[in-house]
């Protein structure tokens, strides 16, 4: 019985942290203030969305109509697809945090996780019937087609500039300035990280050179 309960709980905790996800789409400003200040987000939900965008990317890859792409899925490699989203999300969550901790943003590293993942929900909402609905269409449509995925992703980023400046308590001039120095700080970081992997690999050939010399020698 108790555990019954528990799982009840559980489910309608998970259900109601979903209905305030799509809340915040609808009333960002309210939303992603009650997010840091009434303690409303929710890593499950957040990380839940997270997948959902990966999985709207690939089906629109998938399922669009090849009237609207055209995809050769012998030159496409999958984990390259979802790497463009997770790679890109961790750079911005770690260089927004780590900069607004500078510049006295009040937001802590799981908001600005939870902020970023609720940001993405437009996307798969509107992408996923989307690329079901192109199968119906002819190339005539085209233009609508494209106007709606701009408008998802324009939606995104309002979103995420609205999450932003909620949660680190910013005006929208300072908000801005904020994402324009987050986008110049993921640049730094694939910067660092591309050298520490050239660094790597350039170390790694120069230990087995040295390996298949010495083996020849002694050979």
Known sequence: MIAKLKDKQTYVKFIKDFKFAMYCT?????GFWDLTHEKRGSYVVATLILLLTIAARLIWLGWTSFVF???NWERINVLTYVASILLPLALFVVGNWALT????????L????IAACYALTPYPLITIPLAIITNGLTDDFASVVGTIL????????WLLVTG???IHEY???GTIICVIATVFAMAVMVFILLLFFSMISQG???FVSLYKEIMLRVG
Do not use: E
């Open 69 to 71: 792409v055209a995809v």
């Open 101 to 108: 901790t500078l510049f006295n943003g009040k937001g802590k």
């Open 26 to 30: 609808r009333h960002p400003m309210d």
């Open 110 to 113: 799981g908001q600005v996780y």
């Open 150 to 157: 701009t408008f998802s992703l324009v939606w995104c980023g």
């Open 204 to 206: 790694i050939s120069y």
């Open 171 to 173: 005006t929208m001039g």
């Open 164 to 166: 932003m400046m909620q």
